[in-house]
């Protein structure tokens, strides 16, 4: 009996925490009886009754007890600890919506109690979830075996074309593609309308700056030389997709393996949104996505095989190639892989007994190389087309919401050298702190003064690091409502571009086209399945799984070539964690979860690289 309440009880909380909604503090003085404000606070813990509470807790202690039947009773000490840290974040995300700060949880009792009620029924659900998840994953035996079916052979081919059947509709319904603001500010530059920057990275401003001038140039109109850069866009990104399909079929990924990674590029609408869209982050992420499939290959490769090392220079090859464009297609793309290569360099190192040497020169010097030509071809560009450096503040989000926050509330406290130090950097400190949006730092970015010195920056950030021990709140909230997108599952990113007023047509196709497609886009990212498939904070919750099941099936394995083929994929991950690192350091969430495609784009395949590591180790 004991147990079945038990189970009762979990499911009543983790209902609880699915649908409870968390309120701003309410204030003793807007009640004219203490009572009366009590009972206020009593009702906002409980909340209101609901029926589908109690359906959805009878539903959840069903769960309960059919996993604790079917699942293992195995101590877990490290998913225990991950699933407390994510249980709070829908919480605190809630709060963060709700007010934009955590007022909501931590600034009165009864949002406290509520927060610690949600966080525990989240983090009953999430445990048990990933429990029988895990153990799902580890009753799977399938052995790598050659693939009958559809799959059989020519899986790139195939893969690539499923892709432009699916996409291509879509892309002449929206013709001459879906913009956005940044496509039009690159073409603007090349036509003299724009001083030529490197805000947006110059090789591909010239790709489709060119080609749309082309098109204005012979074709008559620049939305076909645009609907031309489409072309070669959707050509690399298929190509980017299907490769992965393909190296999963030559590691001996099964037929079904295959197939929900291909349904997953077709069904989830962000693929066929950016498909459409003409963007930077398309060829970026196409680049990027062929560079970790070198990557993994190269790792978790059998060194000592003769078929790895014939093609051995053929991958090394395409990770230089991969990494080059990953650097010429996004200016982040350089920290990206300076700041990937040395973590897992320092990951190689550090099992430098186990490791063959020329594995670690395998990862060194395609990379070294990709970041040495792509550095000198973006400074060739730059110099050579005399174009003006306009990156400083980008790097600068964070700080700059943070003082932008602090003004807001505390700018009367400043003294007159710690107002000029502000100034000097981001101009009127009255203007910063009106300009301030939580949700993204493009208004107070845009007062960031380019003729400002590395003095002056320090002078600011003197006073940026003083003011944090006055007001670390302050520092805090801001921080957490500029982030917390990326780690929440409950927040909606769905992105489909609206950019008006350019002198290029938008109508589609045919006439509402466009605006067809947008609500159709919108409307599946309001739909629960393929939102989810497309959530920023779902995929990031997904790296984390992954890491956490590599880790433990490798500290489980007593073989050691096996434990080292898990340690070395886990490695493979690590550029994913710098992309985060990046998007946390981006200029907002809300209306850029583009930021997060490397993570959401390459997790498909190695998750499925990942089941082939423990399904080859049987």
């Known amino acids: 009996m004991k147990k079945y309440i038990g189970y009762g009880a979990a499911g009543l909380l983790s209902s609880y925490a699915v649908l409870h909604t968390l309120e701003a503090p309410l204030s003793a003085a807007d009640y004219a009886e203490r009572v009366n404000y009590i009972r206020a606070c009593l009702f906002t813990i409980l909340g ?31 998913l225990t600890v991950l699933c407390g840290l994510l249980s709070v974040v829908p919480v605190l995300g809630q709060s963060l919506s709700c007010t934009g700060d955590l007022r909501c949880v931590f600034g009165w009792v009864p949002g406290f109690i509520s927060g610690l009620l949600m966080a525990g029924g989240y983090f009953l659900l999430l445990l048990q979830l990933l429990r029988m998840v895990y153990f799902l994953i580890e009753r799977s035996r399938a052995r790598q075996c050659p693939v009958t079916g559809f799959w059989a052979d020519r899986p790139f081919l195939k893969s690539f074309l499923l892709l432009a059947a699916c996409n291509g509709p879509i892309l002449l319904l ?60 959707d050509l690399l990104f298929f190509s980017a997709l299907a490769a992965s399909i393909a190296f999963l079929h030559r590691r001996g990924a099964s037929g079904k393996m295959l197939t929900a990674v291909q349904l997953l590029y077709l069904l989830t609408p962000v693929y066929s949104n950016m498909a459409s ?76 007994k186990e490791v063959p040497g020329e594995l670690f020169l395998s990862i060194l010097l395609p990379t070294v190389v990709a970041i040495l030509v792509g550095s000198g071809v973006n400074f060739a560009l730059a110099k050579g087309l005399d174009a003006r450096t306009d990156n400083t503040a980008e790097i600068l989000s964070v700080p700059m919401q943070q003082t932008a ?26 203007e910063m702190a009106a ?33 944090f021990f006055r007001h670390p709140g302050v520092y805090f909230d801001a921080f957490a409502v500029h982030i917390y997108g990326w780690l929440d599952p409950g927040v909606s990113n769905s992105v489909r571009y609206e950019a008006t007023d350019l002198p290029i047509s938008q109508e589609g196709l045919f006439h509402g086209a466009s ?26 919750w997904v790296l984390f799984f992954l890491t956490y099941g590599l880790r433990r099936r490798r500290e489980k394995d007593t073989d050691v070539t096996n434990r080292l083929s898990r340690e070395l994929l886990s490695l493979a991950l690590i550029p994913l964690y710098v992309s985060l690192l990046i998007c946390i350091a981006a200029p907002a969430f809300f209306l850029h979860p583009r930021y997060a495609f490397p993570i959401m784009f390459t997790l498909p395949y190695l998750t499925g690289i990942a089941l082939l590591e423990k399904r080859a180790t049987k």
């Open 277 to 352: 869209t003409a963007i930077k982050d398309v060829p970026f992420v196409s680049c990027f996505l062929l560079y970790m499939i070198f990557l993994t290959e190269v790792l978790t490769g059998e060194h000592e095989d003769e078929k790895y090392r014939t093609a051995l220079p053929k991958l090394l090859t395409g990770m230089s190639l991969s990494g080059i464009f990953v650097i010429l297609f996004r200016n982040n793309g350089r920290p990206l892989l300076i700041l990937s290569l040395v973590l897992i360099c320092i990951g190689l190192l550090r099992r430098r």
């Open 405 to 430: 926050r602090y003004l807001q509330l505390y700018r009367n406290e400043l003294t007159d050298d710690q107002r000029s130090a502000i100034e000097a950097v981001w101009g009127d400190v009255n």
């Open 48 to 78: 209101d009754y609901s029926f589908p509470l109690i359906l959805l807790a009878a539903a959840l202690a069903f769960f309960f007890g059919a996993a604790s039947r079917y699942t293992p009773e195995e101590k877990m000490p490290g």
């Open 515 to 540: 605006r067809g497609l947008m609500f159709l886009y919108r409307t599946l990212g309001r739909f629960t399945p393929t939102g989810f498939l497309e959530n920023v904070g779902v995929w990031t």
């Open 435 to 467: 300009s301030y949006d939580p949700k993204i730092s493009d208004p107070v970015k845009a007062l960031y003064r380019k003729d400002c010195s590395t003095s002056d920056l320090m002078g600011y950030f003197g006073v940026w690091f003083g003011s």
């Open 174 to 233: 929206s013709y001459p593609g879906n913009l956005c603001y940044d496509i039009w500010g690159q073409l603007s530059m090349i036509i003299g309308e724009a001083q030529l920057t490197t805000h947006h990275p110059l090789l591909h401003t010239l790709i489709a700056g060119g080609l749309a001038s082309f098109g204005k140039a012979f074709l008559g109109s620049y939305e076909k030389g645009i609907f031309l850069y489409m072309i070669l866009q």
